[in-house]
Nanobody, 115 residues
Framework: QVQLVESGGGLVQAGGSLRLSCTAS????????MGWYRQAPGKQRELVAD???????KYADSVKGRFTISRDNGKNTVDLQMNNLKPEDTAVYYC?????????WGQGTQVTVSS
C-alpha cells in the first residue's frame, strides 16, 4: 500500500524559509507528475508547484521566484524549498504523486507564516 509522508512544516516569521519533503512508502510504478498543493482556510486547494518526470516545472504565479520544487526519481521523493515566506502562504500543504493509474495524496503539513 502506498503512503505519502510529508515533513518540514511549521511556524515561521515572514521573510523566513522552510523546506517541505515528501517521501513515498511502498512502490509507485510509472510515476509521472509530482507536486505540492495547498489549502488555506475557507479556500479551495490550489497548485503550488509541480514537476514532470522529464524535469519540467510549473509554479503558481504567487510563488514564482520564492519557491523551488525538486524531485528524486530514484527515491520517489519531492521537496519544496520555500523562501521569503509571506503570511498569505499560510495553509496546509499537500504532496501529490501521479502515475498512469492513480493520484496519491499525503496527509498534509501545516505551514504558518506570522507577520
Amino acid at each position: 500500500q502506498v503512503q505519502l509522508v510529508e515533513s518540514g512544516g511549521g511556524l515561521v516569521q515572514a521573510g523566513g524559509s522552510l523546506r517541505l519533503s515528501c517521501t513515498a512508502s511502498g512502490t509507485i510504478l510509472r510515476v509521472n507528475a509530482m507536486g505540492w498543493y495547498r489549502q488555506a482556510p475557507g479556500k479551495q486547494r490550489e497548485l503550488v508547484a509541480d514537476t514532470t518526470r522529464g524535469g519540467s516545472t510549473k509554479y503558481a504565479d504567487s510563488v514564482k521566484g520564492r519557491f523551488t520544487i525538486s524531485r528524486d526519481n530514484g527515491k520517489n521523493t519531492v521537496d519544496l524549498q520555500m523562501n521569503n515566506l509571506k503570511p498569505e502562504d499560510t495553509a496546509v500543504y499537500y504532496c501529490k504523486v501521479q502515475n498512469d493509474y492513480s493520484d496519491y495524496w499525503g496527509q498534509g503539513t501545516q505551514v504558518t507564516v506570522s507577520s
